[in-house]
Every structure is written in structure tokens, then in C-alpha cells.
């Protein structure tokens, strides 16, 4: 209750350098809550299938109100728009999973085989390469036991009650290991429907052990955005879910 209560005052007589706790952000040396923030970025959510951005030239859509669309959710893609001999199954629209193969088919014209959730992504061992017919060998890494870690991966959350039901999954599109503050970004659908910037979703931060381990913190790192954008972080995705990443060896 008394949780509750602060939670719902607009301003906290708190000091702060730079974080909060909980469901506040620091500005100008004092906490506030996300509360109204977060009721105006919701309001901002595009529709389903608008576009909200491209990572490495590919593009993302929102999915939101997807269940108004269940007769087209389904996507393949024809030999006339890939030049591959045969129709791809490129998953359900917009989720995360159709993000993740529809990268791989653009960049890498392989795709990985169905599967009913994200999670699951991590224990597959094979891709289809349309260009040829063969399949390629995945190879997994898992979160903090590598020190290799490229744009092209697959980075995969665990399921987790009750914000991550079916995991989830992102595309690695670069990685800054040699700046103060090391990080990744990513690409993805079905997260939050916003991203950061027109060429990322998120940035993540990485701690790197004194063996140059990489592991993954699952927290939007905000560092050079307006301090409020802490709170597109909701409570249920800060938990430390990052199972490991996938690639394609080609
Ligand atoms: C989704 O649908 C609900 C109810 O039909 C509507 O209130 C809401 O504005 C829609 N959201 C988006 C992002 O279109
Ligand atoms: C590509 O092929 C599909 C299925 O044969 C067809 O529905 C679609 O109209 C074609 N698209 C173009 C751009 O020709
Ligand atoms: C992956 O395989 C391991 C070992 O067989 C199993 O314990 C785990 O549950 C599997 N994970 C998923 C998401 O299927
Ligand atoms: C498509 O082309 C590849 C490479 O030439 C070949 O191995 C494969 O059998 C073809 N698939 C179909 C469905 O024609
Ligand atoms: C792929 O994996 C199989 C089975 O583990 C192995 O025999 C094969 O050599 C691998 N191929 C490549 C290209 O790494
Ligand atoms: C997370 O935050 C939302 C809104 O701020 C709240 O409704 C929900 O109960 C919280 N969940 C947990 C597990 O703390």
C-alpha cells in the first residue's frame, strides 16, 4: 500500500545521481515516477504494421492489435520476392520470431526451422540455406560462458512468468565492446513497439569478466537519452532472462 502510494506521487523528495529505484527516474537529482511517463509513450504505441524501424536495413513492424488480424497473420514469402526457388515460411506477423527469421532470410537467405516459441530457438541446430539447399549448423553461446558474440546472432530469453510466456528472441545488429560503457544493440518485434532510434530497438549493456566473458544485463542502456526513457523498462523485464545467443555458421 504504502508502495502503491508513492508510486503514484508525481515527485519524490529523493536524491538521486543518476538512478532510481524501482519504477522511477532521476532528473536534475531527484526521482520520479514512471507512472505518467509511461501513460504517454503508451499512447504513442503504433498500430499493427506500421513500421517502427530497420535494423541493418531490415525492417520492423509493430504488432500491437494483432488479434484484429488473425486472416493475415501468416507470412510467406514467394520466389518472386526472394529470387529463391521456393516459398519461405517467414512466421506469424508481427511477432518476435518472424523478425528474427525474416533477418536471416534477408541477410543470410537461411531460415530456421518452426518452432511454437522463442525459447526454443536456442536448442535448434540447423538453418536451411535456400541459396543452395543445404542445411547450416547453429552454434550456441550461452549468456556470460563466451566471449564471442557478433552482429547476425540470435540473442534468446527464457520463458518467464508473466511477462515472457513464449521467451523471446532479438537480432544483434552491432557490438561496441571497446567503449567505456560496452553494449549491443538490437532489433526486434513484439517487445515494446518503440524503438529507441530508427536503427535500433535497444541498447543493452554488457559487463565483460577480466577473461573478456561477455555477459548480456538485460536492461535498456539509456546513456545519451532523455533520462525518463528508463521507464520503458517495465518491473517484469529487467529480471536477468538472456539464456545466450544463436548463429548461423556460413
Ligand atoms: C487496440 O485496440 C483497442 C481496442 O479496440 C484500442 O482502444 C487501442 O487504441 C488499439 N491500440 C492501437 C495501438 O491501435
Ligand atoms: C508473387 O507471387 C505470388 C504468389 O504466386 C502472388 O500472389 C503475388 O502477386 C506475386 N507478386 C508480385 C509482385 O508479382
Ligand atoms: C533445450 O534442451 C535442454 C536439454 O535437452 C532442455 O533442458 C531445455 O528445456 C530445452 N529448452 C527449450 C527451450 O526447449
Ligand atoms: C532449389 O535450388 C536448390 C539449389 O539449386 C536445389 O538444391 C533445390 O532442390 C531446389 N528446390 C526446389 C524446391 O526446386
Ligand atoms: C555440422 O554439424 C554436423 C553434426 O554435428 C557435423 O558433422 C558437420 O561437420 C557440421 N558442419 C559444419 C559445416 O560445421
Ligand atoms: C509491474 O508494474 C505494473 C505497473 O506499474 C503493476 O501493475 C504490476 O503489478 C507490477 N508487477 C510486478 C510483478 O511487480
Request: some cysteine.
Amino acid at each position: 500500500m504504502i508502495f502503491l502510494l508513492l508510486t503514484l506521487s508525481a515527485g519524490l523528495q529523493l536524491d538521486c545521481k543518476t538512478e532510481c529505484d524501482g519504477d522511477h527516474y532521476c532528473y536534475l537529482g531527484q526521482c520520479y515516477s514512471c507512472f505518467y511517463f509511461r501513460k504517454q509513450w503508451e499512447a504513442k504505441i503504433p498500430d499493427f504494421g506500421v513500421l517502427i524501424g530497420k535494423g541493418n536495413e531490415v525492417p520492423a513492424y509493430s504488432c500491437q492489435n494483432d488479434t484484429e488480424h488473425l486472416d493475415e497473420l501468416q507470412h510467406f514469402l514467394h520466389p518472386n520476392e526472394t529470387g529463391f526457388n521456393q516459398t519461405i515460411y517467414v512466421g506469424l506477423k508481427y511477432q518476435c520470431v518472424h523478425y528474427a527469421r525474416n533477418y536471416w532470410i534477408q541477410k543470410f537467405g537461411s531460415a530456421f526451422p518452426d518452432v511454437d516459441t522463442a525459447d526454443q530457438i536456442f536448442n535448434l541446430t540447423y538453418a536451411i540455406d535456400y541459396g543452395n539447399g543445404i542445411y547450416r549448423n547453429l552454434t550456441k553461446f550461452y549468456n556470460g560462458m563466451s566471449n564471442n558474440i557478433k552482429a547476425g546472432d540470435l540473442l534468446i530469453w527464457n520463458k518467464k512468468q508473466p511477462y515472457f510466456p513464449y521467451g523471446h528472441v532479438a537480432v544483434v545488429l552491432d557490438v561496441q565492446l571497446e567503449v567505456e560503457i560496452p553494449f549491443i544493440t538490437i532489433g526486434e518485434q513484439n517487445y515494446d513497439d518503440l524503438w529507441d532510434s530508427n536503427y535500433y530497438a535497444r541498447k543493452l549493456k554488457i559487463s565483460l569478466s577480466n577473461f573478456g566473458l561477455v555477459y548480456i544485463i538485460n536492461e535498456r542502456e539509456v546513456n545519451g537519452l532523455q533520462p525518463q526513457e528508463k521507464c520503458k523498462d517495465y518491473n517484469g523485464s529487467a529480471d536477468d532472462v538472456i539464456i545466450g545467443w544463436v548463429r548461423l555458421n556460413y
